[in-house]
């Protein structure tokens, strides 16, 4: 049964600091003894093994974030909670796009025309898998009963793409026991001029005594904060403002006691006006032109001749059923997944930059270009499970998983006016004689469908060797066949039409020991195996590469498996008023898929560097520090080094692949600090006044592992345009600075159930620098996405 919304909410000291670390805030909502007691009984359960279990008895090390600690931090995103979780890092891409990580196992930037890439951490909503490389679905935080990030590779029971670890949103479930719900707005100012806020909505309605039914709904309007330069000198401000909007309902009928079906629909649709990039160059705006008005770009600026814009239409559609058969349950999982994406962008720079080259008259240099990326994707998915359901010392756990895949992407670049200067420098009849079937004034076009399957068994076994002594064994053998069409077309394109297919198994086992040494102190080791499924990669451009960059990253055509071995010993203490986690580790991985920029062929590519590793200590601490006062510090220490050095055809090292050099996106230190002091208060009824501050710290990393060699970095773009000969130098320090932000909150928390909370966000107006982005290996554009400025907001809610 799913906790009520009722009031009051609970200081969860005695579990796992892991689920404190998230909240800034663990109020109280007793005084003296006895809410001390009521603090040291609770306990967090969670299903990171597909059994309830507490937190403190998974054998792994695991965070687990609950409803009432996501209200408290004020987070909306995975991105804003993976701040406060050790190990845990998100590189932003842009709206609705990012790339998650656990303890530092990555592989570089993967950008929007990378489709065949697979992600390296899984990603579910309850038991239905929902990840997907660079596009998993950023889905809204409210009414959860918490996250869970299981760190370490999950390939035993979550299979691909759990690699790095496991993140599961876990709802809460229809209630027949309870008439609950709870209702919330918010309204932001975002850098000081521009308005957002949300709306949000939940509410459990039993049907009878073996029904209920739960509804969710959300509007969120986004604030922007970026400005753009427009031809001949105008400006539109803010132009990254968007929205999301979606909801879920979900059934849940108990015909008998011993099932349970639930039905649920998930919707969620984003829509981004523009993204969050912060340029450095641009071929039509920089320093050095002359002919054309000379521009250096301050913070939050970028330049456009097109408006830009995202939208993600999400439909998820599942069935979980599970069935008591006397000492065995059995659970079936179905989901449907349907999703349209559409990721607009100005390309007009990347157009423009390939006419330079062509000899285009500045006309066609400055014709506006869109380019249009669009994910169609339709995924089924099949589990079925059998698990022991006692109190014995034998426990057992045994399934199968089925998924099918198809994700259609295609390409459309169209320039109006693009085929006349195309024939007239080039020869009458150019355009058409490339198009390959494609539509007219698009110099480049490609539709890639893919088909996806995977099989899978599983099983997992733990036996209590004496009390406090527990081992566990598991394993999957999976089975993979990938099937791609590759189509192109344009002057940009190769003119492909081709069939490419990649297929492969393999067997992941685990095998982990916990050591209860007291009631409060248990001590945990675990070696285990992870796999991310390979691929194929898309042919380079190559109409637009230069002959060095052809023979350079011509010949990656496949890359293989990824897969990698944990090993790692852990500590989980709890005690009267604090709660202490952490763990140490060392990851040994072999044929690590980097992703790489293939320099002037506006191509990326993907190959497998032989070894790499990564290796560091994580832990988690939250403490009552007086009555009132809850202390809460999250923290990692990695080591993230390629083992390898990789070399093209003239003996340079490639991409920044050397041995010793960082793996890509994560930070070698990140720690979160936050204190809250509460107390009673006689207003409206009696409450709680809460006062919070958080500190987060998040080193440096590098997007690619190119932009550790040579670096700071003068980019050249060779382009002479504008009255700039192409031969200027733009400077750029690739490294990616450490940030920290502080956030401060105050509100009164009451005992009929109504919140009032007005905070402030990256009080200091830090602007962090998230990620590296450059059009046509820098020749075109360069510009950094940045995270979001100073925030002030106000928040009401209310449970009933």
């Known amino acids: 049964m799913t906790m009520p919304y009722r009031r009051p909410f609970v200081l969860l000291l005695g579990s796992s600091a892991a689920a404190l670390l998230a909240a800034p805030a663990f109020a109280q909502t007793e005084t003296g003894a006895a809410a001390a007691a009521e603090v040291e009984s609770e306990e967090i359960i969670v299903t990171a093994t597909k059994r309830s279990s507490t937190i403190q008895d998974v054998p ?70 929902i990840s997907l490389s660079l596009f998993t679905p950023d889905l809204d935080l409210f009414d959860l009963n918490r996250v869970e990030t299981l760190r370490g590779p999950q390939g035993t029971l979550f299979g691909s793409g759990s690699v790095g670890g496991t993140i599961r949103y876990i709802t809460n479930q229809p209630d027949p026991d309870a008439i609950e719900g709870l209702i919330e707005g918010n309204l932001n100012l975002v850098d ?30 986004y604030g922007g904060f970026i400005d753009a330069r427009r031809e001949g000198g105008g ?42 990039r912060q340029e450095v160059f641009n071929l039509y705006a920089n320093p050095f032109t002359t002919t054309r008005p000379a521009v250096s770009f301050g913070e939050r600026e970028q330049y456009l001749l097109l408006d830009e814009r995202f939208k993600d239409e999400t439909m998820i559609a599942d069935l979980t059923a599970s069935v008591g058969l006397g000492g065995v349950e059995l659970t079936s999982v179905t989901s449907y997944i349907d999703r349209d994406i559409v990721a607009s ?3 007009s720079a990347l157009t ?74 080039l020869g009458a009849g150019t355009s058409a004689a490339v198009a390959n079937g494609f539509p007219a004034n698009s110099p480049y076009n490609a539709d890639l469908p893919y088909d996806i399957k995977q ?72 070696a285990s195996k992870g796999f991310r499924l390979g691929g194929v990669n898309d042919p380079l451009n190559l109409p637009l590469c230069t002959p060095q960059d052809a023979a350079i990253f011509g010949g990656y055509q496949s890359y293989d498996d990824e897969t990698l071995w944990n ?18 580790f060392y990851t040994d991985i072999k044929n690590l898929q980097v992703t790489l920029d293939a320099g002037s062929c506006s191509s990326r590519v993907v190959f497998n560097v032989p070894e790499a590793h990564t290796m560091g200590v994580e832990f988690e601490l939250a403490a009552q520090a007086a009555e009132g006062l809850d202390l809460a510090l999250s923290g990692s220490l990695l080591e993230s080094e390629f083992d390898s050095t990789v070399v093209d055809g003239t003996g340079a090292v490639l991409g920044g692949i050397r041995d010793g050099n960082r793996l890509p996106s994560v930070p070698k230190f990140q720690i979160s600090a936050s204190a809250t002091y509460s107390y009673p208060i006689d207003l ?66 009451l005992e009929d159930g109504l919140d009032l909370i007005a905070y402030v966000s990256n009080l200091f107006d830090e602007n962090p620098l998230l990620s590296f982005d450059r059009e046509r290996g820098g020749r075109a554009r360069l510009g950094f996405q940045v995270g979001q400025p100073r925030t002030f907001g106000v928040t009401v809610r209310k449970a009933f």
Do not use: C
Request: charged share 20%.
């Open 192 to 221: 000081g001029d521009d308005i957002g806020g949300h709306l949000k909505g939940a509410i459990n309605l039993p049907l009878s005594e073996k029904a209920a039914v739960r509804a969710v709904g959300y509007h969120t309007e």
């Open 345 to 347: 962008r100005d390309a």
């Open 684 to 749: 409206l009824g009696g409450g709680d006044a809460v006062f919070t501050a958080s500190f987060q710290h998040i080193g440096s990393r590098f997007t690619q592992p190119s932009d550790q060699e040579n670096n700071p970095r003068s980019f050249v773009s060779g382009l002479a345009f504008g009255g700039a000969t192409g031969a200027q130098a733009t400077i750029v320090d690739l490294k990616l600075p450490d940030y920290q932000l502080v956030n401060l909150s105050a509100g009164v928390e």
């Open 352 to 425: 423009g930059s390939v006419s330079v080259d062509l000899g285009f008259p500045a006309a066609a240099v400055l014709l506006p270009s869109n380019l249009v990326d669009t994910t169609a994707l339709e995924t089924i998915t099949q589990e079925l499970r059998l698990a022991s359901d006692g109190d014995g010392p034998f426990q057992w756990l045994i399934g199968g998983f089925y998924s099918d895949i198809n994700r259609d992407y295609t390409q459309r670049l169209p320039t109006p006016g693009y085929d006349a200067f195309t024939d007239a420098t």
């Open 455 to 526: 099989k899978a068994i599983f099983g997992e076994v733990s036996y209590d060797l004496t009390d406090a002594f527990t081992l566990t064994a598991g394993g999957r053998y999976y089975d993979f066949e990938e099937e791609r069409r590759f189509v192109s077309g344009g002057l940009f394109a190769n003119g492909d039409n081709r069939r490419d297919s990649t297929k492969s198994d393999g067997f992941t086992p685990r095998l982990l020991a916990s050591y209860e040494v007291s009631d409060n102190f248990t001590v945990n080791a675990q």
């Open 60 to 129: 792994f090390s695991i965070n687990a974030q609950t409803q009432e600690a996501i209200q408290r931090s004020g987070a909306t995103t995975i991105e804003d909670l993976a701040r406060n979780v050790a190990g845990l890092s998100i590189q932003n891409l842009g709206p609705g796009q990012s790339q998650v990580s656990v303890r530092g196992v990555s592989a570089g930037q993967v950008v929007r025309d990378q489709p065949g890439v697979k992600e390296q951490v899984g990603v579910y909503l309850d038991e239905s898998v």
């Open 567 to 584: 090993y790692e010993a852990g500590v989980k203490a709890s005690g009267r008023g604090f709660s202490f986690n952490a763990a140490a």
């Open 235 to 276: 400006r539109d401000e803010d132009v990254n403002s968007g929205s999301r909007t979606g909801g879920r309902l979900a059934l849940s009928l108990m015909p008998t006691e011993d099932v349970t079906i639930t039905p649920r629909i998930v919707y969620q649709e984003i829509e981004a006006d523009g993204f969050n």
